[in-house]
């Protein structure tokens, strides 16, 4: 159950600072460095109204961000309602435990239930069991294999 001093919004120009740290967090969770010009585009990409990244971030009792979800939407083929990919989900190791994760995942749901979207889908590591015991909670595992084609 999430903890009453989780909060999730989604980002706003005013949460850059914030949002970076996170992400470089994130970034260096996965050994991934990415250049300034990468994070400042992405930022750009969350903050503009026309684009379909997006970003929830949580925020402790205290106000500091713990948190963030990039979602990208997306139409589909088999149906005329949007789609939604759970890019990205990261959690601070020190608040891990404090429900930001199921609150930003509840958030999302939330959004895509008012939107009328088909469904949220995302991708994990087969070794993450941490998040993987979550997304057990919350989601049903579906039996896609992905493959990439690296370009």
């Known amino acids: 159950m999430p903890d009453a001093g989780v909060t999730v919004r989604p980002a706003g120009r005013e949460d850059r600072t914030g949002w970076e740290t996170m992400w470089r967090a994130f970034c260096t969770h996965f050994g991934a460095e990415l250049s300034p010009a990468v994070i400042d585009g992405l930022w750009q ?17 205290a106000g500091r961000p713990v948190g963030l979800t990039h979602y990208v939407l997306h139409l589909h083929t088999w149906s005329l309602r949007t789609v939604c990919y ?12 404090s429900g930001a994760a199921p609150a930003m995942i509840a958030a999302l749901k939330s959004i895509g239930q008012t939107a009328g ?8 590591h087969d070794d993450n069991y941490r998040a993987r015991s979550l997304y057990d909670r919350v989601a049903r595992r579906t039996n896609h294999v992905r493959y990439d084609i690296d370009l």
């Open 45 to 61: 990409r969350i903050v503009a109204p026309d684009q379909p990244v997006n970003c929830l971030l949580a925020f402790d009792g």
């Open 117 to 124: 979207w088909r469904r949220i889908y995302w991708h994990t």
């Open 86 to 97: 759970l890019e990205d989900l990261f959690v601070d190791p020190e608040a891990r435990g």
